[in-house]
């Protein structure tokens, strides 16, 4: 049985890509997008939780890249960007991928721009300007927390919760929790609890804007500003048609997968459950022998 993510309680309250669409597929969880920074063409990571964009350190001094930045043209779809990338070491951030990546795009370039994300099939779009009609079901509020778009939800355990502001995380295949404000409930020898590909844990339900995701694969993250409680990996946004306008701060979410029902639903799918049963009970009652 996999490990819980138990909060603590001081703290608890496809196809070809169509126009303006980018090439992405989904890599043991994680976005990866096909683009080019310069002369620089392959895979990047695509990581909206991320807020500086990197290039990898390998594959910059392989292009005679030596100072800490480099300053070129990202071209990712049909948008020409200009991007300063912080040459780093992504070797942490490869380790477990079949692909090789040449960096990291984040949300400092992505700045002005609605993000339309789909990843089932993956399908990804940016639009500077006048993007398409999207039929939300659901809006929120984004916020920007050190650079990456959060936005609210809340976790449980099933005996301890915590709410507060989450990262839209593109480069993690579950839901984060901060080190800070939650322990894993067992640990053993090679476990890591901060697995961004294969999260070691189980939150009992994760709920965002009045949808309710159970059982939804959890990990710990340690390094995180003191005003986020975590982030949301693909396994929320999965569920999603998701569009993320950064231009005015909001995420809207559409066509949610019938495995995802409103909290209020589920309640009342519940009750009626409960009283069908109590009511069958009482017909049996009825037609027992001495009623």
């Not at 890249?65 to 490869?94: E, F, H, K, M, W």
């Not at 609605?114 to 929120?140: G, K, M, N, Q, S």
Request: one cysteine or more.
């Amino acid at each position: 049985m996999p490990a819980s993510v138990a909060a603590v309680a001081a703290l608890a309250a496809g196809g070809g890509a169509r126009a303006g669409e980018t090439p992405c597929w989904v890599d043991h969880g994680v976005v990866v997008v096909s683009a080019a920074f310069g002369d620089i063409t392959g895979d990047f990571l695509f990581d909206l939780a991320a807020p500086k964009s990197e290039l990898h350190v390998d594959v910059a001094l392989e292009h005679g890249i030596v100072t800490p930045t480099s300053s070129d043209t990202l071209r990712l779809g049909d948008q020409r960007i200009p991007a300063t990338l912080a040459v780093a070491n992504l070797d942490a951030r490869t380790i477990g991928l079949p692909t090789t990546l040449n960096g990291l795009i984040g949300a400092d370039v992505l700045k002005g721009y609605v993000i339309d994300l789909r990843l089932a099939p993956c399908r990804l779009a940016l639009w500077p300007r006048h993007p398409p009609a999207f039929h939300a079901t659901t809006r929120l509020p984004v916020t920007i927390v050190g650079g990456v778009p959060t936005v609210g939800a809340s976790v449980t355990d099933g005996r301890t919760g915590l709410a507060g502001d989450f990262a839209i995380d593109t480069g993690s295949a579950g839901i984060r929790v901060s080190a800070d404000a939650a322990r894993l409930s067992r640990t053993r020898k090679g476990l890591d609890a901060n697995s961004r590909l294969s999260p070691p844990a189980r939150l009992a339900a994760v709920s965002l804007g009045g949808d309710v995701i159970l059982s939804a694969p959890a990990a710990l993250e340690s390094d995180l500003p003191a005003s986020l409680l975590g982030s949301l990996g693909t396994q929320v946004w999965s569920r999603y048609s998701v569009r993320l306008d950064l231009r005015h701060n909001t995420l809207e979410l559409a066509a949610p997968q019938r495995s995802l029902l409103p909290l209020r639903e589920k309640v009342a799918r519940g009750a009626g459950r409960m009283r069908g049963r109590a009511a069958a009970s009482a017909r049996r009652s009825a037609r027992s022998p001495g009623s």
